[in-house]
């Protein structure tokens, strides 16, 4: 892993941090009974995990209706929420390499599917309140697999970091062509932009301007200092 591509970690909670796997399988089979659907295998359910509920259970039961989507998600949430009475541990290591990772400068996020009560819920559980830099949960945004979750989170943190710590300027960027549509991005250390973060630019063109169906193409150059004008002689 490369400190110039990547200084921002994401974290899923459920199945990553959490061990609640079994919690979340158990009721989904209890949702299940309690409205009248057959049970899905452990293994579908486990399929499900990080999806927003209701996003869950369409995956799980396509054929639901609106109302009967409501009560499956009532009867799914009573059971989860006794059996989280004590908070599902987190896995072995878990909060030794976090730590690890602070310590290396490293940020720290979490993109779930947990409904933004039941995360703060367990963070305050884990004296995690502001532990992380930023959070989102499935009933502020669209839920995963949509990428708009993590394009949120990215859109809070600053440009990479380059050798030494340096932070990375972006001036300004001007349209080179349509045909892709390209852009000549200028900035003091092309090389310390990655992957990551050029996606991120391109999502950011793409939400402010369209380009639909059509692709983006970035070219990061170095930024010229302006030099100073010189005395005319007389």
Request: aromatic share 10%; hydrophobic share 40%.
């Amino acid at each position: 892993m490369s400190h110039l591509d990547y200084k921002l970690l994401i974290f899923d909670w459920d199945g990553t941090l959490a061990n609640s796997i079994g919690r979340i399988v158990e009721s989904m089979h209890a949702a299940s009974t309690r409205s009248g659907y057959a049970l899905c295998t452990d293994h579908a359910v486990k399929g499900i995990i990080g999806l927003g509920l209701p996003e869950a259970i369409r995956t799980l039961y396509p054929e639901i209706s609106d109302a009967e989507l409501v009560t499956f998600r009532d009867h799914y949430a009573d059971h989860y929420i006794a059996l989280e009475a004590t908070p599902s541990p987190l896995f072995d290591g878990v909060v030794q390499s976090l730590e690890a990772f602070r310590a290396e400068g490293y940020h720290l996020a979490v993109a779930t599917g947990k409904a933004r009560r039941g995360l703060d819920r367990v963070l305050k559980a884990h004296g995690w309140e502001d532990y992380f830099d930023i959070t989102r949960a499935a009933d502020e945004t669209a839920s995963k697999p949509h990428p708009l979750m993590l394009e949120q989170i990215l859109a809070h943190q600053p440009p990479p970091s380059g050798p030494g710590g340096r932070h990375v300027r972006l001036y300004y960027a001007t349209q080179a062509s349509s045909s892709p549509p390209t852009f000549f991005i200028s900035t003091n250390q092309p090389a310390a932009v990655g992957y990551a973060y050029r996606r991120f630019l391109v999502n950011q063109l793409r939400k402010a301007y369209g380009f639909e169906g059509a692709p983006i193409r970035i070219v990061l150059r170095a930024h010229r200092q302006k030099r100073k004008s010189m005395p005319r002689p007389d």
